[in-house]
């Protein structure tokens, strides 16, 4: 009997073991495949490189006029304002003849886009981050996880153990041990919540990742149909609207 109890006690620590090893190994694998889905998202982000700053502070280069003749000069017309309105100085009037005067006068300032050259820097720098705590939280979970594994097996082997030597040693020495046994399994319960904390933390910030490239390449695609935009005051306002709608969502 003794030496029955003592082969199925020696029988169920190795069965245990293996299974901790083997589970360790698959756990190893999925950690792997995981940090390798993270990279392959930020893969997906662009390079700032390829992402040029915009930045248009003056307007498109108007087409070169003929010069002219200082002696065949025409004389400068002043627009007739009418009675009841506010009289203007000479600056707000048009030099030109036939040009109707302006009521409102027009606001003709453009206005600073945004640099996204350094936004794409940023939300880069963001989206590393988030794949560096990624990486720090996946291996602290991979720690745990172990730990609790192994922690785990030794309360199992020592409650055998005890069972083992109540037939052994006798009644109180074997539940003594096993009970000894309890202290590694509680461990191993503590640790395996910490595991899941820091899984549930490599999680938030893996869609972290996620939202922030996705999000960038939606600004990315805005900026491209800007582009397209003829009017250069239009054109920079919309780069502006672009760059401040990123950094509001970056805030959030």
């Known amino acids: 009997m003794n030496t029955t109890s003592f082969l199925l ?8 073991t293996l299974g901790a090893f083997l589970l360790t190994r698959t756990r190893k694998q999925q950690v792997r495949e995981e940090v390798g889905h993270a990279a392959h ?4 982000f662009p390079e700032p490189a390829a992402f040029p700053g915009a930045r248009r502070t003056t307007p498109d280069p108007e087409p070169e006029s003929e010069p002219v003749d200082e002696g065949r000069r025409e004389p400068v017309v002043e627009p007739v304002i ?8 000479p600056s707000n009037a048009y030099p030109s003849q036939g040009q109707a005067y302006p009521w409102p006068p027009r606001d003709e300032r453009v206005p600073e886009p945004m640099d996204f050259a350094e936004l794409a820097r940023t939300s880069r720098q963001e ?3 988030y794949l ?7 291996k ?31 009644l109180d020495v074997g539940v003594v041990t096993a009970l000894a046994g309890a202290l590694p399994a509680v461990a191993a ?34 900026k491209e149909i800007a582009d397209q935009i003829a009017d250069v005051p239009t054109r920079n306002r919309m780069y502006e609207m672009i760059g401040q709608q990123l950094l509001a969502d970056q805030a959030r």
């Not at 020592?158 to 030597?165: E, M, P, T």
């Not at 640790?191 to 990315?220: C, H, I, P, W």
């Open 9 to 16: 006690a020696v029988v169920g620590i190795a069965v245990a």
């Open 41 to 44: 998202v930020l893969a997906q």
């Open 82 to 89: 009418p009675s009841g309105w506010p009289q203007q100085g």
């Open 127 to 129: 989206a590393e981050i």
């Open 132 to 138: 560096e705590h990624h990486h720090l939280a996946l």
């Open 140 to 170: 602290h979970h991979a720690t745990y996880q172990q730990a609790s594994l192994w922690a785990g097996v030794l309360g199992f082997a020592i409650v055998l153990v005890g069972g083992v030597l109540t037939y052994v040693a006798g």
């Open 189 to 222: 319960g503590l640790l395996f919540r910490q595991a899941n904390l820091v899984a549930d933390r490599a999680a938030e910030n893996l869609r972290g990742l996620e939202t922030s490239v996705r999000r960038f390449n939606s600004v990315q695609a805005a």
